[in-house]
Protein backbone atom coordinates (compact mmCIF):
# COMPACT_ATOMS: atom_id res chain seq x y z
CA UNK A 1 0.00 0.00 0.00
CA UNK A 2 1.17 2.99 -0.69
CA UNK A 3 1.57 6.98 1.07
CA UNK A 4 0.49 8.08 -2.47
CA UNK A 5 -2.64 5.99 -2.45
CA UNK A 6 -4.02 8.79 -0.04
CA UNK A 7 -3.01 11.63 -2.05
CA UNK A 8 -5.79 14.72 -3.21
CA UNK A 9 -5.29 17.94 -4.71
CA UNK A 10 -6.58 20.80 -1.80
CA UNK A 11 -6.37 24.37 -3.45
CA UNK A 12 -4.62 26.97 -0.24
CA UNK A 13 -7.35 28.81 -0.11
CA UNK A 14 -9.68 25.81 1.60
CA UNK A 15 -7.19 25.67 4.56
CA UNK A 16 -9.29 27.36 7.29
CA UNK A 17 -7.36 30.08 9.17
CA UNK A 18 -9.61 31.07 12.17
CA UNK A 19 -12.40 29.49 14.18
CA UNK A 20 -16.02 30.48 13.09
CA UNK A 21 -17.43 32.66 15.66
CA UNK A 22 -19.98 30.25 16.58
CA UNK A 23 -18.28 26.99 17.30
CA UNK A 24 -21.32 24.91 15.82
CA UNK A 25 -21.87 26.59 12.42
CA UNK A 26 -19.36 24.59 9.95
CA UNK A 27 -20.74 22.69 7.36
CA UNK A 28 -21.09 18.79 8.10
CA UNK A 29 -20.59 16.11 5.72
CA UNK A 30 -22.59 12.82 6.46
CA UNK A 31 -20.75 9.44 4.58
CA UNK A 32 -22.53 6.59 4.38
CA UNK A 33 -19.45 4.16 4.61
CA UNK A 34 -21.31 0.91 2.69
CA UNK A 35 -22.26 2.60 -0.45
CA UNK A 36 -20.03 6.07 -0.40
CA UNK A 37 -23.12 7.96 -0.57
CA UNK A 38 -22.50 11.81 0.52
CA UNK A 39 -25.38 14.59 2.05
CA UNK A 40 -24.81 18.04 2.99
CA UNK A 41 -26.02 19.63 6.63
CA UNK A 42 -25.04 22.29 9.13
CA UNK A 43 -22.97 20.75 12.55
CA UNK A 44 -26.19 21.76 14.55
CA UNK A 45 -27.93 18.73 12.91
CA UNK A 46 -25.55 16.33 14.00
CA UNK A 47 -27.75 14.86 16.59
CA UNK A 48 -30.00 13.75 13.64
CA UNK A 49 -27.50 11.00 12.97
CA UNK A 50 -27.82 9.90 16.61
CA UNK A 51 -29.74 7.49 18.56
CA UNK A 52 -30.89 6.81 21.65
CA UNK A 53 -28.80 4.43 23.86
CA UNK A 54 -25.85 5.40 21.59
CA UNK A 55 -22.69 6.51 23.02
CA UNK A 56 -20.57 9.53 22.20
CA UNK A 57 -16.39 8.89 22.86
CA UNK A 58 -14.83 12.53 23.30
CA UNK A 59 -11.49 13.01 24.42
CA UNK A 60 -10.93 15.43 27.37
CA UNK A 61 -7.32 16.39 26.44
CA UNK A 62 -6.57 20.03 27.58
CA UNK A 63 -4.13 21.78 24.97
CA UNK A 64 -1.17 23.56 26.65
CA UNK A 65 0.32 26.99 25.17
CA UNK A 66 3.36 24.53 24.47
CA UNK A 67 4.96 26.77 22.23
CA UNK A 68 7.65 29.06 23.60
CA UNK A 69 10.46 31.95 22.15
CA UNK A 70 13.43 32.61 23.92
CA UNK A 71 16.97 33.53 23.37
CA UNK A 72 20.34 31.53 24.37
CA UNK A 73 21.54 33.45 27.10
CA UNK A 74 25.27 35.08 26.12
CA UNK A 75 24.50 34.91 22.33
CA UNK A 76 21.29 36.29 22.38
CA UNK A 77 20.12 34.04 19.35
CA UNK A 78 16.40 33.24 18.84
CA UNK A 79 15.23 29.84 20.02
CA UNK A 80 11.94 28.05 19.56
CA UNK A 81 10.59 25.26 21.51
CA UNK A 82 7.53 23.30 21.63
CA UNK A 83 6.95 21.43 24.68
CA UNK A 84 6.02 17.56 23.68
CA UNK A 85 5.79 15.13 26.54
CA UNK A 86 6.65 16.37 30.51
CA UNK A 87 9.08 14.17 32.12
CA UNK A 88 9.05 15.07 35.40
CA UNK A 89 7.99 18.19 37.34
CA UNK A 90 10.33 20.37 35.93
CA UNK A 91 11.47 18.23 32.96
CA UNK A 92 10.14 18.31 29.41
CA UNK A 93 11.01 16.55 26.12
CA UNK A 94 11.42 19.61 23.49
CA UNK A 95 11.15 20.48 19.80
CA UNK A 96 13.45 22.82 19.70
CA UNK A 97 14.75 25.05 16.70
CA UNK A 98 17.51 25.78 15.90
CA UNK A 99 18.50 22.66 17.54
CA UNK A 100 22.10 22.58 16.43
CA UNK A 101 23.19 25.81 18.78
CA UNK A 102 21.26 24.22 21.63
CA UNK A 103 24.06 21.73 23.18
CA UNK A 104 24.04 20.46 26.55
CA UNK A 105 24.49 22.73 29.32
CA UNK A 106 22.79 25.62 27.01
CA UNK A 107 20.52 28.02 28.65
CA UNK A 108 17.46 29.89 27.20
CA UNK A 109 16.03 32.78 28.83
CA UNK A 110 12.48 33.22 28.26
CA UNK A 111 10.17 36.77 28.62
CA UNK A 112 13.32 38.27 29.51
CA UNK A 113 12.97 42.77 28.50
CA UNK A 114 17.11 42.93 28.66
CA UNK A 115 18.24 39.63 27.96
CA UNK A 116 19.73 38.78 31.25
CA UNK A 117 18.88 35.68 33.53
CA UNK A 118 18.24 37.71 36.21
CA UNK A 119 15.26 39.58 35.24
CA UNK A 120 13.69 36.31 32.90
CA UNK A 121 10.48 34.41 34.15
CA UNK A 122 11.56 31.17 32.71
CA UNK A 123 14.95 29.49 32.38
CA UNK A 124 15.18 26.77 30.89
CA UNK A 125 18.65 23.97 30.76
CA UNK A 126 19.18 21.73 27.54
CA UNK A 127 20.34 18.20 30.54
CA UNK A 128 20.06 16.18 27.12
CA UNK A 129 19.62 15.18 23.66
CA UNK A 130 17.64 12.24 22.62
CA UNK A 131 17.95 9.66 19.91
CA UNK A 132 15.81 11.92 17.61
CA UNK A 133 17.08 15.01 18.27
CA UNK A 134 14.95 16.69 20.77
CA UNK A 135 16.24 18.08 23.43
CA UNK A 136 15.43 17.37 27.42
CA UNK A 137 15.39 20.92 28.76
CA UNK A 138 14.58 21.33 32.61
CA UNK A 139 13.25 24.51 33.15
CA UNK A 140 13.73 27.07 36.84
CA UNK A 141 11.29 29.56 37.46
CA UNK A 142 9.46 31.05 40.22
CA UNK A 143 5.72 30.23 41.40
CA UNK A 144 3.71 27.70 40.20
CA UNK A 145 4.75 26.96 35.68
CA UNK A 146 1.54 26.45 34.65
CA UNK A 147 0.79 30.28 35.78
CA UNK A 148 4.14 31.01 33.86
CA UNK A 149 3.68 29.23 30.74
CA UNK A 150 0.30 30.92 30.37
CA UNK A 151 1.47 34.21 30.34
CA UNK A 152 4.77 33.14 28.18
CA UNK A 153 3.29 30.96 25.84
CA UNK A 154 1.62 30.74 22.65
CA UNK A 155 -0.97 27.76 21.00
CA UNK A 156 0.94 25.10 19.38
CA UNK A 157 -1.22 25.61 15.84
CA UNK A 158 0.02 23.66 13.11
CA UNK A 159 2.33 24.81 10.53
CA UNK A 160 -0.44 25.30 7.80
CA UNK A 161 -2.07 27.77 9.81
CA UNK A 162 -0.83 31.33 9.29
CA UNK A 163 -2.90 33.75 11.57
CA UNK A 164 -2.34 34.21 15.04
CA UNK A 165 -5.29 32.99 16.96
CA UNK A 166 -6.49 35.97 19.13
CA UNK A 167 -8.67 33.57 21.51
CA UNK A 168 -6.04 30.76 22.82
CA UNK A 169 -9.60 28.99 24.52
CA UNK A 170 -10.69 28.49 20.89
CA UNK A 171 -7.84 25.95 19.98
CA UNK A 172 -9.18 24.42 23.13
CA UNK A 173 -12.66 21.99 23.13
CA UNK A 174 -15.78 23.31 25.55
CA UNK A 175 -14.98 20.08 27.37
CA UNK A 176 -11.50 19.80 27.62
CA UNK A 177 -9.94 19.31 31.42
CA UNK A 178 -6.58 17.25 31.62
CA UNK A 179 -3.75 19.64 30.17
CA UNK A 180 -1.01 17.61 28.35
CA UNK A 181 -1.33 17.97 24.68
CA UNK A 182 0.45 19.98 21.75
CA UNK A 183 -2.24 20.09 18.96
CA UNK A 184 -5.98 19.66 19.38
CA UNK A 185 -8.55 16.92 18.95
CA UNK A 186 -10.12 18.69 16.20
CA UNK A 187 -13.22 17.51 15.62
CA UNK A 188 -14.49 18.11 19.23
CA UNK A 189 -14.13 21.62 18.52
CA UNK A 190 -17.62 22.00 17.02
CA UNK A 191 -19.30 20.94 20.06
CA UNK A 192 -20.84 23.64 22.11
CA UNK A 193 -22.03 23.20 25.58
CA UNK A 194 -25.43 23.30 24.82
CA UNK A 195 -25.33 20.82 21.53
CA UNK A 196 -23.84 18.57 24.60
CA UNK A 197 -26.47 19.00 26.53
CA UNK A 198 -29.47 18.55 23.42
CA UNK A 199 -27.52 15.51 22.99
CA UNK A 200 -27.71 14.06 26.59
CA UNK A 201 -31.39 15.06 26.62
CA UNK A 202 -32.39 12.67 23.66
CA UNK A 203 -31.13 9.52 25.74
CA UNK A 204 -27.40 9.51 23.82
CA UNK A 205 -24.86 8.64 26.30
CA UNK A 206 -21.29 10.76 26.78
CA UNK A 207 -17.98 8.87 27.56
CA UNK A 208 -14.68 10.89 28.78
CA UNK A 209 -11.49 9.20 27.55
CA UNK A 210 -8.38 11.02 27.43
CA UNK A 211 -5.45 11.08 24.53
CA UNK A 212 -2.74 14.20 24.76
CA UNK A 213 -1.95 14.64 21.15
CA UNK A 214 1.71 14.96 20.75
CA UNK A 215 4.60 15.18 18.08
CA UNK A 216 2.83 12.58 15.52
CA UNK A 217 0.45 14.96 14.50
CA UNK A 218 2.80 17.14 12.74
CA UNK A 219 5.04 15.01 11.27
CA UNK A 220 4.13 13.74 7.56
CA UNK A 221 4.43 9.80 6.35
CA UNK A 222 7.51 10.35 4.80
CA UNK A 223 8.01 6.24 3.88
CA UNK A 224 6.84 5.03 0.47
CA UNK A 225 5.09 2.16 1.73
CA UNK A 226 2.38 2.82 4.75
CA UNK A 227 3.32 -0.13 6.63
CA UNK A 228 6.77 1.34 7.12
CA UNK A 229 5.57 4.14 9.13
CA UNK A 230 6.17 4.48 12.77
CA UNK A 231 3.89 6.07 14.81
CA UNK A 232 5.15 8.31 17.97
CA UNK A 233 3.53 6.93 21.19
CA UNK A 234 1.13 9.00 23.02
CA UNK A 235 -0.48 8.59 26.57
CA UNK A 236 -3.83 7.79 27.11
CA UNK A 237 -6.50 7.14 29.61
CA UNK A 238 -9.85 4.70 29.74
CA UNK A 239 -11.58 4.89 33.11
CA UNK A 240 -13.35 2.25 34.68
CA UNK A 241 -16.52 4.14 34.37
CA UNK A 242 -15.87 4.88 30.86
CA UNK A 243 -15.13 1.32 30.16
CA UNK A 244 -17.79 -0.15 31.61
CA UNK A 245 -20.41 2.18 29.70
CA UNK A 246 -18.75 1.26 26.21
CA UNK A 247 -19.42 -2.30 26.86
CA UNK A 248 -23.03 -2.21 28.31
CA UNK A 249 -23.94 0.34 24.92
CA UNK A 250 -22.24 -3.10 22.76
CA UNK A 251 -24.32 -5.14 24.85
CA UNK A 252 -27.24 -4.21 24.28
CA UNK A 253 -26.66 -3.45 20.28
CA UNK A 254 -26.12 0.32 20.03
CA UNK A 255 -23.46 2.20 18.62
CA UNK A 256 -20.40 3.36 19.87
CA UNK A 257 -19.46 6.64 18.07
CA UNK A 258 -15.79 8.28 18.34
CA UNK A 259 -15.58 11.90 18.00
CA UNK A 260 -12.48 12.37 16.52
CA UNK A 261 -9.30 10.10 15.54
CA UNK A 262 -7.78 10.41 18.90
CA UNK A 263 -10.94 9.23 20.56
CA UNK A 264 -10.68 5.95 18.02
CA UNK A 265 -7.31 5.19 18.69
CA UNK A 266 -7.73 5.23 22.43
CA UNK A 267 -10.86 3.01 22.20
CA UNK A 268 -9.05 1.05 19.79
CA UNK A 269 -5.81 0.49 21.75
CA UNK A 270 -7.85 -0.29 25.28
CA UNK A 271 -10.18 -3.17 23.49
CA UNK A 272 -9.14 -6.71 24.60
CA UNK A 273 -10.34 -9.86 23.08
CA UNK A 274 -13.02 -10.89 25.67
CA UNK A 275 -11.93 -14.64 25.69
CA UNK A 276 -8.43 -13.04 26.44
CA UNK A 277 -7.21 -13.47 23.49
CA UNK A 278 -4.46 -11.70 21.43
CA UNK A 279 -6.05 -9.07 19.31
CA UNK A 280 -5.87 -9.45 15.39
CA UNK A 281 -3.22 -6.81 13.14
CA UNK A 282 -4.54 -5.53 10.12
CA UNK A 283 -5.90 -7.51 7.28
CA UNK A 284 -4.66 -6.84 3.41
CA UNK A 285 -6.47 -4.32 1.97
CA UNK A 286 -9.50 -4.43 0.51
CA UNK A 287 -11.51 -1.34 -1.80
CA UNK A 288 -14.30 -1.86 0.54
CA UNK A 289 -14.57 -0.37 3.90
CA UNK A 290 -13.45 -2.49 6.95
CA UNK A 291 -15.64 -4.61 8.94
CA UNK A 292 -16.10 -3.94 12.84
CA UNK A 293 -15.63 -6.88 14.97
CA UNK A 294 -18.86 -9.30 16.04
CA UNK A 295 -20.76 -7.74 19.00
CA UNK A 296 -19.30 -9.33 22.06
CA UNK A 297 -15.82 -10.29 19.95
CA UNK A 298 -14.35 -7.82 21.90
CA UNK A 299 -14.12 -5.27 25.31
CA UNK A 300 -12.93 -2.30 26.69
CA UNK A 301 -10.84 -2.31 29.97
CA UNK A 302 -9.76 0.70 31.95
CA UNK A 303 -6.13 1.22 31.38
CA UNK A 304 -3.51 3.82 31.11
CA UNK A 305 -0.43 3.66 29.01
CA UNK A 306 1.34 4.66 25.59
CA UNK A 307 -0.08 3.65 22.13
CA UNK A 308 1.56 3.96 18.75
CA UNK A 309 -1.53 2.00 17.72
CA UNK A 310 -1.45 2.69 13.62
CA UNK A 311 -4.60 2.10 12.00
CA UNK A 312 -4.87 2.04 7.97
CA UNK A 313 -7.01 -0.04 5.55
CA UNK A 314 -7.65 -3.23 6.49
CA UNK A 315 -7.53 -2.65 10.15
CA UNK A 316 -10.55 -4.54 11.62
CA UNK A 317 -12.47 -2.00 13.82
CA UNK A 318 -13.15 -3.72 17.59
CA UNK A 319 -15.14 -1.01 19.20
CA UNK A 320 -16.46 1.90 16.78
CA UNK A 321 -19.39 2.16 14.99
CA UNK A 322 -19.33 5.78 13.70
CA UNK A 323 -16.79 9.05 13.79
CA UNK A 324 -16.83 12.67 13.74
CA UNK A 325 -14.11 13.86 12.16
CA UNK A 326 -12.58 17.11 9.86
CA UNK A 327 -11.25 17.32 6.75
CA UNK A 328 -7.51 15.82 6.95
CA UNK A 329 -3.82 16.50 5.17
CA UNK A 330 -3.50 14.32 2.50
CA UNK A 331 -1.57 11.42 2.52
CA UNK A 332 -1.32 11.89 6.41
CA UNK A 333 -2.33 8.66 9.39
CA UNK A 334 -5.48 11.02 9.52
CA UNK A 335 -6.74 10.19 6.43
CA UNK A 336 -5.32 7.05 6.09
CA UNK A 337 -7.33 6.25 9.27
CA UNK A 338 -10.57 7.25 8.11
CA UNK A 339 -10.14 5.39 5.26
CA UNK A 340 -9.65 1.89 6.97
CA UNK A 341 -13.44 2.66 8.27
CA UNK A 342 -15.00 3.72 5.33
CA UNK A 343 -12.76 2.73 2.60
CA UNK A 344 -10.66 4.52 0.53
CA UNK A 345 -11.83 4.86 -2.57
CA UNK A 346 -15.65 6.04 -0.72
CA UNK A 347 -12.98 9.04 1.26
CA UNK A 348 -11.26 10.08 -1.51
CA UNK A 349 -14.38 10.78 -3.36
CA UNK A 350 -16.12 12.43 -0.71
CA UNK A 351 -13.07 14.72 -0.64
CA UNK A 352 -13.10 15.46 -3.80
CA UNK A 353 -16.84 16.57 -3.79
CA UNK A 354 -15.77 18.35 -0.30
CA UNK A 355 -13.09 20.68 -2.57
CA UNK A 356 -15.98 21.23 -5.22
CA UNK A 357 -18.55 22.51 -2.93
CA UNK A 358 -15.62 24.98 -0.86
CA UNK A 359 -15.83 22.97 2.58
CA UNK A 360 -12.78 24.63 5.11
CA UNK A 361 -10.24 22.28 5.23
CA UNK A 362 -7.85 20.62 8.23
CA UNK A 363 -8.06 22.48 12.45
CA UNK A 364 -10.07 24.82 12.30
CA UNK A 365 -12.27 23.53 8.99
CA UNK A 366 -15.99 21.70 8.23
CA UNK A 367 -16.71 18.16 9.56
CA UNK A 368 -17.80 15.13 8.43
CA UNK A 369 -19.75 12.33 10.39
CA UNK A 370 -19.47 8.52 9.15
CA UNK A 371 -21.66 6.25 9.51
Not at 60 to 84: F, M, N
Not at 187 to 192: K, V, Y
Not at 205 to 229: C, M, Q, W, Y
Request: hydrophobic share 35%.
Amino acid sequence: MKTSDFNYDLPEELIAQDPLLDRSSSRLMHLDRKTGKVTHGSFRDVASFLEPGDTLVINDTKVIPARLYGVREGSLGKVEILLLVRKSADTWETLVKPGKKCRIGSRILFGSPDGTAEKAPLIGEVVDILEEGNRLIRFTYEGIFEEVLDSLGEMPLPPYIHHKLEDKTRYNTVYAKYEGSAAAPTAGLHFTKELLKEIKEMGVNIAHVTLHVGLGTFRPVKSDNVEEHHMHSEFYMVSKETAELINETKRKGHRVICVGTTSCRTIESAAERADGGVTEKAVPETDACAGTAEPGTYVLREKSGWTDIFIYPGYEFKLMDGLITNFHLPESTLIMLVSAFAGRKHVLKAYEEAVRERYRFFSFGDAMIIE
